[in-house]
């Protein structure tokens, strides 16, 4: 998320950080304003708290769209407490669509993940490959979400909805 936004600030955007801080740290904020001269508007809010996260849009009346990369990404920590994860990752996702459409900001970019595959026969994986069943629950959630998303758009084709499927990094 934060080579989103120096990315962003860089083109010049304004965005908005809305974060729990569960999987990152503060000082992020600090060194997005090293390399860009800005320190973005930062909100410490957890997605799945409706109520602040409501908060942080009617504040915000300009926002136009959302990159959603929040949610619990540990695969073999998703196997041990898989309720946390489909509590957290399809709550949250749920309560920020919910709270976009009641704002009119209909234009979403999800990260999911290439999980979403399973397991594959044919390497390397096209984008065009049938999604098959996951193989633990954090890929279950991605997938998942990705469905909602789709329906939701199915339902209000008002809404612009991007899916980003991309296999896990390694290093920054």
């Known amino acids: 998320g934060s080579h989103t936004v120096v990315e962003f600030i860089q083109a010049g955007e304004t965005p908005i950080i809305v974060d729990n801080l569960c999987n990152s740290k503060a000082v992020v904020l ?33 926002i136009e769209s ?13 196997v041990s407490i898989p309720l946390r994860y489909y509590q957290n990752n399809l709550m949250s996702t749920i309560n920020l669509c ?5 704002h009119g900001v209909k234009t979403i970019v999800f990260s999911s993940s290439a999980t979403v595959y399973g397991e594959q026969e044919e ?8 999604l098959k069943t996951t193989t633990n629950p954090y890929g279950e959630t991605k997938q998942m979400i990705e469905r909602i998303l789709t329906d939701l758009y199915r339902a ?8 980003l499927r991309y296999f896990n990094p390694v290093g920054a």
């Open 66 to 78: 959302v990159i959603h990369f929040a949610g619990l990404k540990a695969v073999g920590e998703s």
């Open 123 to 130: 390497m390397p994986i096209r984008e065009t490959a049938t």
């Open 30 to 62: 600090d060194r997005i304003e090293t390399i860009t001269g800005v320190r973005p508007k930062f909100y410490k809010v957890d997605l799945c708290d409706y109520e602040a996260l409501d908060r942080v849009f009617d504040e915000n009346p300009d």
């Open 156 to 163: 209000d084709p008002e809404w612009s909805v991007s899916i």
């Open 98 to 102: 919910e709270i976009m459409g009641k």
